[in-house]
Each structure stands twice: as structure tokens, then as C-alpha cells.
């Protein structure tokens, strides 16, 4: 009888041993599994909206010019890869698929008038009189953008039979893309080099003037955007409040 006990003490801290390990290989699955599934347009696109947000904030809070600069720009690189993938991407898919064209063309040319700013800012350093102000402007503005897009577009879109899933994935793709361009050129200007005229065609191609140059063509915004046709709202404000005075 003493002899069986022992035997059976043995072999409970084993099965006990079993049970964890398939508890913790189970565990381990279901975790992969959340990491990896793919997240739907709307999703990816509010997560950047997020990220971004969370960088002015950020800025706000720091008062080293050294790292202001670097947050500054992250924040244009961050903000130029996303609106080139909705305008690629995610525009012209909405402007099929709503009835109300128009929040498409608002918001594409109020991506217009950011890259104003954004231009304005990379050409600028933190130690130039009112390049601060710019920043903080520009955070103002994307604000009220993204606003518009989450309370006006986003439910629009989430009412069709646009497949978000497959078109999150599209947008994760070429997100990824072109934050490799960013990371290669080393100055921010995804959209810039090699990649300008492909973001500018694709938006322009759907009828939305203000996307014609794409997210990142800085070529023809090089000079603070003073030139260009269509100029956007926020810049010409800019001027008149003399915001644009240091560039």
C-alpha cells in the first residue's frame, strides 16, 4: 500500500506539469493570434489619429529645443505617410462608397492645406522665430480634422459594404512601405523620392484637386508652398496672423 502512494505522489506533480505547459502553449496561441490579426481600416486609420495626437501632446510638454525638433518631426513624418495612404487608399474607396462626396474633398483639401505647414516646419528649426507657433497651429488643425473624419466620414463608411478588413491591409502595406522610405531617406520626405508621383496620381486621379501632388511631393512645396496652385486655407491664415514670416 506504501509502495503504491509514493508511486501515485510521483506521477501527480507530472500531469500537474502537463496541464501547465498546454495552459501556457494555449495561452501563448491566443496572444500570437491578437497581435496578428489584422485590424480593419477605420481601426488602423484612428490608431495613427491617436499616435499623432499623443506626439503633440508630447510637444507641448517638452522645453528642450533638441527634442522639440525631433518630435516635430516625427509628428510631419507621421502625419505625410498617413495622408498619403487615405489619399491612395482610403479616399478613393469612400468616395465610391458614400453618398456624400464632399466630406472626401473637404478633408483632402485640408490635407492640402498640412503639408502647407509641414513644408513651412521642415524647412524651419526650432530656434526660428514662430516655428513653435507653426507646430502648435498645425496640431490645432489636425484636431479639428480628425474630428471631422471620425464623427462625420468614418461612420458614413462603417454603413456600406466596403470590405474594411481587406482595405486595412492594403493600407497596412503600404503604411509600412513608405515608413521605410522614411526611415531610408532619413529627412522625413516619404512621399518625395520615387514614391511622388504615384501618391500624387492615385488621389488625383479620383477628381480631388487638392490631392493632385500627393502626401510627400516636398519638391514642389520646397519653398513653403508659396507657390503652388490652390493654396491651402491654413497657410494663407498663417500669412495673414504672420505666421509664415520665418521661412
Same mark, same amino acid.
Given at each position: 500500500?506504501?509502495?503504491?502512494?509514493?508511486?501515485?505522489?510521483?506521477?501527480?506533480?507530472?500531469?500537474?506539469?502537463?496541464?501547465?505547459?498546454?495552459?501556457?502553449?494555449?495561452?501563448?496561441?491566443?496572444?500570437?493570434?491578437?497581435?496578428?490579426?489584422?485590424?480593419?481600416?477605420?481601426?488602423?486609420?484612428?490608431?495613427?489619429?491617436?499616435?499623432?495626437?499623443?506626439?503633440?501632446?508630447?510637444?507641448? %510638454?517638452?522645453?528642450?529645443?533638441?527634442?522639440?525638433?525631433?518630435?516635430?518631426?516625427?509628428?510631419?513624418?507621421?502625419?505625410?505617410?498617413?495622408?498619403?495612404?487615405?489619399?491612395?487608399?482610403?479616399?478613393?474607396?469612400?468616395?465610391?462608397?458614400?453618398?456624400?462626396?464632399?466630406?472626401?474633398?473637404?478633408?483632402?483639401?485640408?490635407?492640402?492645406?498640412? %503639408?502647407?505647414?509641414?513644408?513651412?516646419?521642415?524647412?524651419?528649426?526650432?530656434?526660428?522665430?514662430?516655428?513653435?507657433?507653426?507646430?502648435?497651429?498645425?496640431?490645432?488643425?489636425?484636431?479639428?480634422?480628425?474630428?471631422?473624419?471620425?464623427?462625420?466620414?468614418?461612420?458614413?463608411?462603417?454603413?456600406?459594404?466596403?470590405?474594411?478588413?481587406?482595405?486595412?491591409?492594403?493600407?497596412?502595406?503600404?503604411?509600412?512601405?513608405?515608413?521605410?522610405?522614411?526611415?531610408?531617406?532619413?529627412?522625413?520626405?516619404?512621399?518625395?523620392?520615387?514614391?511622388?508621383? %504615384?501618391?500624387? =496620381?492615385?488621389? =488625383?486621379?479620383?477628381?480631388?484637386?487638392?490631392?493632385? %501632388?500627393?502626401?510627400?511631393?516636398?519638391?514642389?512645396?520646397?519653398?513653403?508652398?508659396?507657390?503652388?496652385?490652390?493654396?491651402?486655407?491654413?497657410?494663407?491664415?498663417?500669412?495673414?496672423?504672420?505666421?509664415?514670416?520665418?521661412?
Amino acid at each position: 500500500m506504501a509502495a503504491r502512494k509514493k508511486s501515485a505522489a510521483r506521477k501527480q506533480p507530472s500531469t500537474s506539469k502537463k496541464s501547465a505547459t498546454r495552459k501556457s502553449a494555449s495561452s501563448k496561441k491566443k496572444s500570437t493570434g491578437r497581435r496578428s490579426a489584422p485590424q480593419d481600416a477605420i481601426a488602423l486609420l484612428r490608431a495613427d489619429h491617436k499616435t499623432v495626437k499623443d506626439l503633440f501632446e508630447q510637444f507641448e %510638454k517638452t522645453r528642450k529645443d533638441e527634442r522639440k525638433q525631433a518630435l516635430a518631426e516625427q509628428i510631419c513624418n507621421e502625419l505625410t505617410v498617413h495622408a498619403q495612404i487615405e489619399e491612395e487608399i482610403f479616399y478613393p474607396a469612400a468616395r465610391e462608397a458614400i453618398r456624400e462626396e464632399d466630406l472626401v474633398d473637404e478633408a483632402t483639401v485640408e490635407h492640402q492645406s498640412a %503639408k502647407d505647414l509641414i513644408a513651412q516646419i521642415r524647412g524651419g528649426s526650432a530656434s526660428d522665430e514662430l516655428w513653435e507657433a507653426k507646430v502648435k497651429v498645425l496640431g490645432e488643425y489636425i484636431d479639428h480634422h480628425v474630428k471631422e473624419e471620425q464623427n462625420e466620414m468614418f461612420p458614413q463608411v462603417k454603413k456600406t459594404k466596403l470590405d474594411l478588413k481587406a482595405l486595412g491591409e492594403q493600407l497596412m502595406a503600404r503604411k509600412t512601405e513608405l515608413m521605410g522610405e522614411v526611415g531610408g531617406n532619413g529627412n522625413g520626405n516619404g512621399g518625395k523620392r520615387g514614391r511622388s508621383g %504615384k501618391g500624387g =496620381g492615385s488621389a =488625383g486621379g479620383k477628381g480631388s484637386g487638392g490631392g493632385s %501632388k500627393g502626401a510627400g511631393s516636398g519638391e514642389e512645396e520646397g519653398g513653403g508652398g508659396e507657390g503652388a496652385e490652390g493654396e491651402g486655407i491654413v497657410a494663407r491664415m498663417a500669412r495673414g496672423m504672420g505666421l509664415a514670416g520665418g521661412t
